[in-house]
């Protein structure tokens, strides 16, 4: 069965940094892209970017370039979404996704709180 | 920037069928391609619905169904259920710079 699995929720204040991860199974993870996706307090889908795990080949959004990093460690079947710098505007549920057929397979997502 | 235009809101009556549209508002008419169709309950992760080429994923009925002219694609929901309430979110891969996006999501009211 493919699962993807988030870490848990965080509450963070500005101007720190935070690292949260989606780990694959029951597949190849190695094989698929892996998308992050932003969902601000009652608004839409936002896509942020997306990674191969196979060879770390990263695109991002206009939107998220420079404001994100993603990263993955196929070894251990990871995907990561980095902040260096959190604001208060990044408050929000983030998902990550794979993409198979469509985005397939989501995770279960990840609350994120920036406050002070 | 490239976008996907859907309506904030639509609503029908049990066994009625429904249609919401993703209209691409990019200058470049056409680009996008690979829509695919999420619906997303209250609370939960969106749900694959439909992906390239109007097909649906194991599991999904076959009420669901999708559509696309010129440039704009069209999820059709014929039977609606009280269960399908939900919002939808179409999606598409923008070639120009190797990216997706989505539409800003129609929240579906089930009478």
């Known amino acids: 069965e493919v699962q993807l699995v988030q870490s848990g929720a965080e509450v963070k204040k500005p101007g720190e940094s935070l690292i949260i991860s989606c780990k694959g199974s029951g597949y190849t993870f190695s094989n698929y892209w892996i998308g992050w996706v932003r969902q601000l307090p009652g608004k839409g889908l936002e896509w942020m970017g997306i990674?191969?795990?196979?060879?770390?080949?990263?695109r991002y959004s206009p939107s998220f370039q420079g404001q994100v990093t993603i990263s993955a460690d196929k070894s251990i079947s990871t995907a990561y979404l980095k902040w260096s710098n959190l604001k208060a505007s990044d408050t929000a549920i983030y998902y990550c996704a794979r993409r198979g057929s469509g985005f397939d397979f989501w995770g279960q997502g990840t609350l994120v709180t920036v406050s002070s | 920037q490239s976008a996907l235009t859907q309506p904030a809101s639509v609503s029908g009556s049990p066994g009625q069928s429904i249609t919401i549209s993703c209209t691409e508002t990019?200058?470049?008419?056409?680009?996008?391609?690979?829509v695919s169709w999420y619906q997303q309950l209250p609370g939960k992760a969106p749900k694959l619905m439909i992906y390239e080429g109007s097909k649906r994923p194991s599991g999904v009925s076959n009420r669901f169904s999708d559509s696309k002219s010129g440039s704009t694609a069209s999820l059709t929901i014929s039977g609606l259920q009280a269960e399908d309430a939900a919002a939808y979110y179409c999606c598409s891969f923008a070639p120009a710079d190797s990216t997706w996006v989505f539409g800003g999501g129609t929240k579906l009211t089930v009478l």
């Open positions: 990019s200058s470049d008419v056409g680009s996008y391609n690979l």
């Open positions: 990674i191969y795990p196979g060879d770390s080949d990263t």
